[in-house]
């Protein structure tokens, strides 16, 4: 498997209540809260984003609960 150059997240400025987050030759925006509260631009992130699993399933058994409840026949 070839090796990919990972790019780096970089704050490039903030907007109100989001930081604009420069990867690569793209730019995104994020909420500001869910930063650490010392970041500031040009600072590098490091995400480590996980699934949580029981949340999830929760999120999922309730919308199909609705959609039981939805298209129950009366």
């Known amino acids: 498997m070839p090796n990919k150059k990972c790019e780096l997240c970089i704050i490039d400025r903030f907007e109100g ?5 420069e990867y690569g030759d793209k ?10 509260k010392e970041a500031k631009e040009g600072d590098v992130l490091k995400f480590d ?17 609705l959609a039981i409840d939805l298209f129950a026949e009366e």
């Open 49 to 65: 984003i996980r699934i949580d699993k029981e949340k999830t399933e929760k999120r999922r058994k309730a919308i199909e609960d």
């Open 27 to 36: 730019t995104f925006n994020f909420p500001k809260e869910l930063l650490p």
């Open 17 to 21: 209540e989001c930081a604009v987050i």
